[in-house]
T-cell receptor
Framework: SQQGEEDPQALSIQEGENATMNCSYK?????LQWYRQNSGRGLVHLIL?????REKHSGRLRVTLDTSKKSSSLLITASRAADTASYFC???????????FGTGTRLQVFP | ETGVTQTPRHLVMGMTNKKSLKCEQH?????MYWYKQSAKKPLELMFV???????ENNSVPSRFSPECPNSSHLFLHLHTLQPEDSALYLC??????????????FGSGTRLTVV
């Protein structure tokens, strides 16, 4: 069974609005990562948050992690049309030494 | 460019053909991966190589055969594929197997169509 599941599956917003995507996972983890994928391209690593961290920022990105709820959120503030992409969370389950990706959230930002 | 280069970008092959996908990284990473991405499905981890040794094979059919001749190169040899094998094949590399630090670095992928 997959480790990470993103919610919502698709999100459409206007430029300037904030976009929030959520990720839930099943087993304990060492870290959780968020990636972005433009259509038909490879994934690009955005940010990594460790299991002992609760919040992390990178530019317009804010990631939170709640290990008690086994969930994470990715917030993109002041979105731009160029943020249009699919966003994936990825988790490593303890003792597996591999990264498992979810199905992703497709974000569309309209100018 | 991400530092992970995949060729070709697009490939159309018949079910009886033999072809190979190539991946190259010069990031000094120790681990390399093949993933399959099909529409509306999670990325499927196919193979993991760590220090040129295959450490994982996720029940992938034998018509897919990986090869890692050195730490910078990874191949996926394809033979007698089925139409359902059509997908985007992504190569990735990382410093360690769970991507601590800077995560995984992906190539742009090979869009494979089996006819």
């Amino acid at each position: 069974s997959q480790q990470g599941e993103e919610d919502p599956q698709a999100l459409s917003i206007q430029e300037g609005e904030n976009a929030t995507m959520n990720c839930s996972y099943k087993t304990s983890i060492n870290n959780l990562q968020w990636y972005r994928q433009n259509s038909g391209r490879g994934l690009v690593h955005l940010i990594l948050i460790r299991s002992n961290e609760r919040e992390k920022h990178s530019g317009r990105l804010r990631v939170t992690l709640d290990t008690s709820k086994k969930s994470s959120s990715l917030l993109i503030t002041a979105s731009r049309a160029a943020d249009t992409a699919s966003y994936f969370c990825a988790t490593d389950a303890h003792n597996t030494d591999k990264l498992i990706f979810g199905t992703g959230t497709r974000l569309q930002v309209f100018p | 460019e991400t530092g992970v280069t995949q060729t070709p970008r697009h490939l159309v092959m018949g079910m009886t053909n033999k072809k190979s996908l190539k991946c190259e990284q010069h990031l000094g990473h120790n681990a390399m991966y093949w993933y399959k991405q099909s529409a509306k499905k999670p990325l499927e981890l196919m193979f993991v190589y760590s220090l040129e040794e295959r450490v994982e094979n996720n029940s992938v059919p034998s018509r897919f055969s990986p090869e890692c001749p050195n730490s910078s190169h990874l191949f996926l040899h394809l033979h007698t594929l089925q139409p359902e094998d059509s997908a985007l094949y992504l190569c990735a590399s990382s410093q360690d197997r769970i991507g601590t630090g800077r995560g995984y670095t992906f190539g742009s992928g090979t869009r494979l169509t089996v006819v």
